[in-house]
Nanobody
Framework: QVQLQESGGGSVQPGGSLRLSCAGS????????MGWFREAPGNEREGVAA???????IYSDSVKGRFTISQDNAKNTLYLQMNSLKPEDTAMYYC??????????????WGQGTQVTVSS
């Protein structure tokens, strides 16, 4: 049974940084494509970044150059380093895993989410 648990959210001022973590269990870490999504009030959930087992990554245009996705297979942990945060990055952030992904589609396992708030 795939289980995902996010941590690391919080409140930060514009321009600040946060690192989200996602601990995974129930599968061989690194064998499944994984990703980060976010959902702001009134908006649909959107893909932020994704990573495959071979380390290849994709990013949404809105975070490219500011966010970095990575994973540590030995620690069964997925990360999202977020720099130069903006108020529009405020959202609930979710970790997800897929069997097969096509862009940001195909993700079927989800964590509970961690809140990120960017405000002065």
């Amino acid at each position: 049974q795939v289980q995902l648990q996010e941590s690391g959210g919080g409140s930060v001022q514009p321009g600040g940084s946060l690192r989200l973590s996602c601990a995974g269990s129930g599968f061989t870490f690194g064998s499944l494509p994984m990703g980060w999504f976010r959902e702001a009030p009134g908006n649909e959930r959107e893909g932020v970044a994704a990573i495959d087992g071979d380390g290849s990554t994709i990013y949404s245009d809105s975070v490219k150059g500011r966010f970095t996705i990575s994973q540590d297979n030995a620690k069964n942990t997925l990360y999202l380093q977020m720099n130069s945060l903006k108020p529009e990055d405020t959202a609930m952030y979710y970790c997800a895993a897929a069997r097969i992904r096509h862009g940001f589609a195909g993700f079927r396992y989800w964590g509970q989410g961690t809140q990120v708030t960017v405000s002065s």
